[in-house]
């Protein structure tokens, strides 16, 4: 089944403690992509991919770290979490390497940072 | 910076009835746009998508228009029912489609 998978699917963690989440897809994607949900603000790009070692910052970056280092991982590295990086966290995938193509979505990972 | 506006943030229709989404970009260079929705603890799932060459584009109840001199765009979803409750998501590409920008999202109810 085509999928993209992200880990954990909830969290709650402390100021300052580094935590990675996890993202794979196995449709051999080119296109990889990370949002956050706030309310009120739909979905906000904070890094994507557009092949294997390409990455590049999205609209809201600042606190976030990515790399590519294989076709179907991604994951978000936050280094040093703060409470304003609690939100709701989607990867995403898409063939065709840019942005212009169906997306398709992991179910999603609840950050809490207290 | 690229933007896109969604309204309204929320919409209650009568089952039956139809339903219509609208949004605005900003950057002259978008060659597409998706829809997206989404239902509760789930992700986002395209429900359809058009392209900068093509103005309308349907499947089945759901349809969307493009006006690309006003730089809008529309999702309509015709003879609605309980199950297109959910929030639904605009969005463009900017940046020679490598970034893509949503819109804040409308939360649809289906009344019964």
């Known amino acids: 089944e085509a999928q993209v998978t992200q880990n954990p699917r909830y969290l709650i963690t402390v100021t300052g403690k580094k935590l990675t989440v996890t993202c794979s897809q196995n449709m051999n994607h080119e296109y990889m992509s990370w949002y956050r949900q706030d309310p009120g603000l739909g979905l906000r790009q904070i890094y994507y991919s557009m092949n294997v070692e390409v990455t590049d910052k999205g609209d809201v970056p600042e606190g976030y770290k990515v790399s590519r280092k294989e076709k179907r991982n991604f994951p978000l590295i936050l280094e040093s979490p703060s409470p304003n990086q609690t939100s709701l966290y989607f990867c995403?995938?898409?063939?065709?390497?840019?942005?212009?193509?169906?997306?398709?979505f992991g179910d999603g990972t609840r950050l809490s940072i207290l | 910076g690229e933007n896109v506006e969604q309204h309204p943030s929320t919409l209650s229709v009568q089952e039956g009835d139809s339903a219509v989404i609208k949004c605005t970009y900003s950057?002259?260079?978008?060659?597409?746009f998706p829809w997206y929705k989404q239902e509760l603890g789930k992700g986002p799932q395209l429900i359809i998508d058009i392209r900068s060459n093509v103005g309308e584009k349907k499947d089945q109840r759901i349809a969307v228009t493009l006006n690309k001199t006003a730089k809008h765009f529309s999702l309509h979803i015709t003879e609605t029912q309980p199950e297109d409750s959910a929030v639904y998501f605009c969005a463009a590409t900017y940046s020679s489609a490598s970034k893509i920008i949503f819109g804040s999202g409308t939360r649809l109810s289906i009344r019964p």
């Open positions: 995403a995938s898409a063939g065709g390497g840019y942005s212009n193509q169906p997306q398709h």
């Open positions: 950057d002259s260079a978008s060659n597409y």
